[in-house]
């Protein structure tokens, strides 16, 4: 710890040196105003004392000029002075001092406040040191986040484009999107689907989407069943997530001819909007994925048909408990009313994008609780 003493009386130099010397701080000291300004930039004290009354110049300025050499470093300013009115006090602290101690002073007070702004020192200097750290963390974490992003996106992007056929929203609740949407043409004319929740939003529930992504598209390339596919994703997030996490989800095989062919876990209902107005459901009748071991795992699938212009519609809890500012949520039937307004006899872009503007304007300034994945499939023999 160093001390600058600023006093034109040699005495009190001296008294200073002395007293602070013994609590293993090193001072210089400076007599007039020039010589503290050049004594501060070489030295870099920790602390400051000085009178009000400097030769060739104003204590008052003084302090102004080194609070201003300080730059963000924190250099508590205390004076000495024989003027001890209150006028004079007022004027020395608003130039910026931090403390004020009447001339002559006793040595034991001098110590007795030194020691506090020591410890003042100490407290902030540890302060700057871990916001130091951080800050160096917070870029790495940042980094990371970024590297992640990239991976994600980068494998996000094999799954199938919006067209009038597919329509694939997904709106995150943190930098993170827990759930996945995956829609992709096989070979054979089959579109292969898959919407997946993973349990809560953010970083952590999107550790398991690489593997399950990787998964999805190898098995469109290899023409893997449904059946094995469900087996196979099960065992992956058994494997690598805690027991406290699972991922919800629907897999789905649509045939050319209109053959839905699904398994489902943990979701809510998905609705069919029958070209002619009326509404059927996908029930979603397994445990989630991630759950159950291998010889447990529920694995039978159930099939539906999709007559030319139907459409299916997956959406994630996200959307039946999105909340208004009133706290409401949006709930089962005031999505089937939605989508009842949106999608017959509608292009399917137009409809999601109503659908969108509708959710948003129900949420309006409230806050996001959880990522919203809507992923429509629309029949298009």
């Known amino acids: 710890m160093k001390l600058l003493c600023i006093d034109s009386e040699q005495i009190y130099c001296d008294i200073i040196a002395l007293c602070a010397e013994k609590e293993g701080v090193v001072v210089e000291s400076a007599t007039n105003f020039n010589d503290a300004i050049s004594v501060f930039k070489r030295f870099s004290p920790d602390i400051v004392t000085l009178d009000v009354l400097i030769k060739g110049g104003s204590g008052l300025e003084l302090v102004r000029e080194l609070k201003n050499l300080s730059g963000k470093r924190f250099v508590p300013m205390i004076f000495l002075a024989s003027q001890t009115s209150d006028a004079v006090m007022n004027r020395c602290f608003k130039c910026g001092a931090d403390d004020f101690i009447p001339k002559p002073f006793s040595e034991v007070l001098f110590e007795i406040r030194l020691k506090t702004h020591m410890r003042h020192v100490e407290l902030i200097k540890e ?67 898959f919407v997946g929740d993973f349990t809560g939003h953010g970083l952590p529930a999107s550790i398991g989407a690489l593997p399950i992504m990787q998964a999805f598209f190898d098995a469109v390339d290899d023409l893997l069943s449904v059946h094995d596919l469900a087996v196979q994703m099960n065992r992956i997030l058994i494997s690598i997530l805690p027991d406290y996490m699972f991922c919800a989800g629907y897999l789905l095989l649509i045939s050319p001819n209109g053959e839905v062919t699904y398994w489902g876990g943990g979701m809510p209902n998905a609705y069919i909007q029958r070209n002619d107005g009326r509404f059927e459901y996908l029930h979603s009748l397994h445990m989630p994925l991630g759950i159950l071991g291998v010889s447990e795992f529920e694995v039978n699938l159930n099939s539906i048909m999709l007559h030319p212009n139907d459409t299916l519609i997956i959406v994630s809890d996200g959307v039946l408990e999105l909340k208004n500012s009133s706290n409401e949520m949006l709930g089962e039937d005031r999505v089937k009313e939605l989508i009842s307004e949106a999608y017959p006899n509608t292009p399917l872009v137009v409809a999601q994008l109503t659908v969108e503007k509708k959710l948003a304007e129900y949420r309006k300034e409230s806050l996001q609780m959880d990522d919203i994945t809507l992923v429509s499939l629309r029949n298009a023999c």
């Open 127 to 193: 302060m700057y040191r871990k916001n130091k750290a951080l800050t160096y963390y917070q870029a790495m974490i940042e980094r990371e986040h970024e590297m992640a992003h990239h991976v994600l996106d980068h494998i996000q992007t094999r799954s199938e484009n919006n067209t009038d056929h597919v329509m694939i929203t997904r709106l995150s609740a943190a930098s993170f999107n827990g759930d996945l949407a995956l829609v992709k043409t096989r070979s054979d004319g089959a579109r292969l689907a």
